[in-house]
C-alpha cells in the first residue's frame, strides 16, 4: 500500500493509503477526498480532478503529457506542479505523495 | 473536453427541419442526440413511429462526441472497440432509414400537455412541436459553457460576459478580451479582430489546441499588432452593474490589469440539468426515476432513457440505454397506435421490418 496526502485549501490534510496500480483519483474517490470531482471518471476529459503535487514529487510524478496538457487549459487557476490527478498511477515510487486540492475546480 | 467545431459535422443527407409557421406535428420528439436518443429512434422507427431530435449541441452524438469523440469505448456488443465519434456514426447510419429530422443547435426549454393529451415543446429558438409522445434522452442534462470561477462573474454574464456571439456587429467597436486556447477562442478571436477597438487573447501557456491554420492566423494578427496575445490566466473582474471594465491577468511577471468592455471566456462545455428541470417530473438527485418496463416517468407518455433516468440498479452505460430505448418504443406504440395490436417480430426474419430499413 501507499501514503497519498491530499492538503485542502484551507490547510486540512488526510493522508489515505492506495494500491498500487490505482491513479491518484481513484484513491481520492475511494477516500471521499473533498474538491475532486472527476465527471469524466477518469477519461482526461473534464479537467476537474486538477491537483498541485507538492514541489518535493514533481520530479517522480513527471510532467503532463501532451493530452493532458490540452485539458488543463480547461481547468482553474494552473500553476506550476498543476497536473490532472487521473493521469497519475501510483506506484512504489509515489510513497508518501503530497498534492494540494485547487480552491475550485470550475 | 472538445469544442465545438462545426465544420466536423456532415449530416446533409438526413432532413433538417425546415423554418415553419405553426408548431410541427409530430409522434415523438426525442430530447437529445446522445447515443441513446440516436437508438430511440431506431426502436420507434421499427414501430411505425416518427421522430424529431432535438439537441442544443450543433451536432449528434451527446458525449460521445462533445467529450469523448477519439476514445475508445470497449462495451458496446460487439464492437470490441469503437470511439465515440465512430459510434456515433453507425448509430446515424442505422438511423437513416427512419429519416429522423434533426433539429441541432436548440434547446427545448418548455413542455406541456395540451388539452387533446398531446405534449407541446418549444426550444430556445422558437420552434414549436405537438407531439403524442416525448423521449427525455437528455444524459447529464445540456452542454452549457464553462463558468470560469470568478468571484461576482454571474453579474456581468450577457452583458458584458459571453460564451458566445450570436452577431458579430454587436462587439463593433468593443474592448474585447478572449480567454482560451481552443478553437473557438481562435475562431471568435479571429472573426472579431476585424470589428474590435482592441482584441486581446488571453491563454495560459504559448501552445494552442486550435487548428494549425487557425493559430497561424492569429499569429500574423498579433504580428501586425492587431490583436494582442497575452500569456497569463484571468484572477479578477473590475466593473459595475454588468458593465466590465477591467480584467486581472496573471502572468510570470506579475499581474497586470487590462482594460475592456467585453469579455469572452472559452473553457469547454460542461453538462448541466436545464430545462428538464421545469417540466412537472419527479426528479430524484437531478435524475427523473422511471418504471423499468416501460421507462416512463410521473408523466404518462413521456419516457425518459439514458444517463438521465435512474431506478434500481441503474447503470450509466450506453448499452444500459439502448435496452431502456426498445421497451420503451413497446410502451410508446400504445399511445401512439391505441388501436393497433403489436406483434413482436425480428428484423432477421420479418419481411415488414426489413421493408422499413429499406433492405427488402
Ligand atoms: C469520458 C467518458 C467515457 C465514457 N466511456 C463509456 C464507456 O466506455 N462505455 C459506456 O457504456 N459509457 C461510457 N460513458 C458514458 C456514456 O457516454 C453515456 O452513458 C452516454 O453518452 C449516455 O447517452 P445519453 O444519450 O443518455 O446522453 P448524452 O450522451 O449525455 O446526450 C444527451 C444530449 O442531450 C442534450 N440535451 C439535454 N437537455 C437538452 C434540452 N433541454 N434540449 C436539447 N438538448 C438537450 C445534451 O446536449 C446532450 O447532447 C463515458 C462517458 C464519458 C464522459
Ligand atoms: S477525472 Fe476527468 S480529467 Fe481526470
Known amino acids: ?106 | 473536453m472538445i469544442e465545438t467545431t462545426p465544420a466536423a459535422l456532415e449530416v446533409s443527407d438526413i432532413s433538417e427541419a425546415s423554418e415553419t409557421s405553426g408548431p410541427i406535428e409530430t409522434d415523438a420528439v426525442v430530447i437529445g442526440a446522445g447515443p441513446c436518443g440516436l437508438f430511440a429512434v431506431f426502436e420507434l422507427g421499427l414501430l411505425d413511429i416518427k421522430a424529431h431530435v432535438i439537441d442544443i449541441l450543433d451536432r449528434p452524438g451527446g458525449q460521445c462526441a462533445e467529450l469523448y469523440p477519439e476514445k475508445p469505448i470497449y462495451d458496446v456488443p460487439a464492437l470490441p472497440v469503437v470511439t465515440g465519434q465512430e459510434l456515433t456514426d453507425r448509430l446515424m447510419e442505422q438511423i437513416k432509414p427512419f429519416g429522423p429530422q434533426f433539429h441541432f443547435s436548440e434547446r427545448i426549454d418548455g413542455l406541456v400537455r395540451e388539452a387533446d393529451g398531446r405534449f407541446r415543446l418549444t426550444t430556445d429558438a422558437g420552434t414549436e412541436f405537438l407531439a403524442k409522445v416525448v423521449v427525455v434522452a437528455a444524459g447529464g442534462g445540456s452542454f452549457t459553457p464553462k463558468r470560469p470561477p470568478l468571484n461576482g462573474i454571474e453579474e456581468y454574464e450577457g452583458k458584458s460576459v459571453f460564451y458566445s456571439v450570436r452577431k458579430i456587429e454587436s462587439m463593433r467597436g468593443h474592448d474585447i478580451v478572449i480567454v482560451g486556447g481552443g478553437d473557438s477562442a481562435l475562431d471568435w478571436t479571429l472573426n472579431l479582430a476585424p470589428v474590435a477597438k482592441s482584441l486581446t487573447l488571453i491563454h495560459r501557456r504559448d501552445e494552442f489546441r486550435a487548428a494549425p491554420h487557425s493559430v497561424e492566423k492569429m499569429r500574423k494578427l498579433v504580428e501586425e499588432a492587431t490583436v494582442r496575445l497575452m500569456i497569463g490566466q484571468v484572477t479578477g473582474l473590475e466593473g459595475a452593474n454588468g458593465q466590465l471594465t477591467a480584467v486581472d491577468v496573471k502572468t510570470a511577471s506579475g499581474t497586470e490589469r487590462i482594460a475592456c468592455s467585453a469579455m469572452l471566456p472559452f473553457f469547454g462545455l460542461t453538462m448541466k440539468l436545464g430545462p428538464v428541470a421545469n417540466w412537472g417530473l419527479n426528479l430524484h438527485e437531478n435524475l427523473v426515476p422511471v418504471d423499468t418496463e416501460r421507462f416512463e416517468t410521473s408523466e404518462h407518455g413521456i419516457f425518459a432513457i439514458g444517463d438521465i433516468n435512474t431506478y434500481p440498479g441503474k447503470l450509466k452505460l450506453i448499452l444500459s440505454g439502448f435496452h431502456e430505448g426498445a421497451l420503451m418504443a413497446q410502451a410508446a406504440h400504445k399511445i401512439v397506435y391505441p388501436d393497433k395490436k403489436l406483434l413482436f417480430q425480428y428484423t432477421t426474419s420479418s419481411s415488414s421490418l426489413q421493408k422499413k430499413l429499406g433492405v427488402k
Open chain 1, 1 to 106: 500500500m501507499t501514503k497519498i496526502t491530499f492538503i485542502q485549501p484551507d490547510g486540512e490534510s488526510q493522508t489515505v493509503e492506495a494500491e498500487n496500480g490505482l491513479t491518484v483519483m481513484e484513491a481520492a474517490k475511494l477516500n471521499d477526498i473533498a474538491g475532486i470531482e472527476a465527471e469524466c471518471g477518469g477519461a482526461c476529459a473534464c479537467a476537474t480532478c486538477h491537483v498541485y503535487v507538492d514541489e518535493a514529487w514533481r520530479d517522480k510524478t513527471g510532467k503532463a503529457a501532451d493530452m493532458e496538457e490540452d485539458m488543463l487549459d480547461f481547468a482553474f487557476d494552473v500553476r506550476e506542479g498543476s497536473r490532472l490527478c487521473c493521469q497519475i498511477k501510483i506506484t512504489d515510487a509515489l510513497d508518501g505523495l503530497v498534492v494540494r486540492v485547487p480552491a475550485k475546480q470550475f
